[in-house]
């Protein structure tokens, strides 16, 4: 199976901050990953699919980048509501399993 | 409107069943790819099954054997059937909606349905 690993496993940030979490795949798995963010709670919303492509609603300020191994979530300019768990999700297969990071929590400095 | 709602957790002793339903609306599970994807307390997301529309079902390595995916088309819901459950089973279970056969993500999720195996 492809193992999936986020960093930081926490990140503390202010609102306005630049921030970038890193998701890096055990082998290629092309630009098949997708992003989510969790709330405490509720139900993870996909905010990201095909590594950069920005899910429909979601704010310009989530971009996504990379390929192969190598993945990057950045939110140009924290915003309140964006203090919440993020995970990213590889679906390099047609068949699963598929596999999810261990998740980066993002909380207010 | 897309809406997944599932139902059914509860608390449960170990070697116990339980099935979970997930009644969706907005569109036709038959159709789709769904998923389960369950989160044990304070913890990351983790697949646990999933039907194609054409039928073929797959299961994560922990819950094979033990779990049983399936649906209803005539009430367009989807069903979870736990068998020998375990400890390490308590989580909330969601269901998702695949958004296609090449394209193995999730774009809608249900709100989840807890589930304690405990004594």
């Known amino acids: 199976d492809i193992q999936m690993t986020q960093s930081p496993s926490t990140l503390s940030a202010s609102v306005g901050d630049r921030v970038t979490i890193t998701c890096r795949a055990s082998q290629s798995i092309s630009s098949w990953l997708a992003w989510y963010q969790q709330k405490p709670g509720k139900a993870p919303k996909l905010l990201i699919y095909?590594?950069?492509s920005l899910e429909s609603g979601v704010p310009s300020r989530f971009s996504g980048s990379g390929s192969g191994t190598e993945f990057t979530l950045t939110i140009s300019s924290l915003q309140p509501d964006d203090f919440a768990t993020y995970y990213c999700?590889?679906?390099?297969?047609?068949?699963?399993?598929?596999?999810f990071g261990q998740g980066t929590r993002l909380e207010i400095k | 409107e897309v809406q997944l709602v599932e139902s059914g957790g509860g608390l449960i002793q170990p070697g116990g069943s339980l099935r979970l339903s997930c009644a969706a609306s907005?569109?036709?599970?038959?159709?789709?790819?769904m998923s389960w994807v369950r989160q044990a307390p304070g913890k990351g997301l983790e697949w646990v099954s999933v039907?194609?529309?054409?039928?073929?079902?797959y299961y994560a390595d922990s819950v094979k054997g033990r779990f049983t995916i399936s649906r209803d088309n005539s009430k367009n819901t989807l069903y979870l059937q736990m068998n020998s459950l375990r400890a390490e089973d308590t989580a909330v279970y969601y269901c998702?909606?695949?958004?296609?056969?090449?394209?193995?993500?999730?774009?809608?999720w249900g709100q989840g349905t807890l589930v304690t195996v405990s004594s």
């Open positions: 095909k590594a950069s």
């Open positions: 998702a909606r695949v958004v296609s056969e090449w394209n193995f993500f999730f774009d809608y």
């Open positions: 999700q590889q679906y390099n297969s047609y068949s699963p399993p598929i596999t």
């Open positions: 039907i194609y529309s054409g039928g073929s079902t």
């Open positions: 907005g569109f036709t599970v038959s159709s789709n790819y």
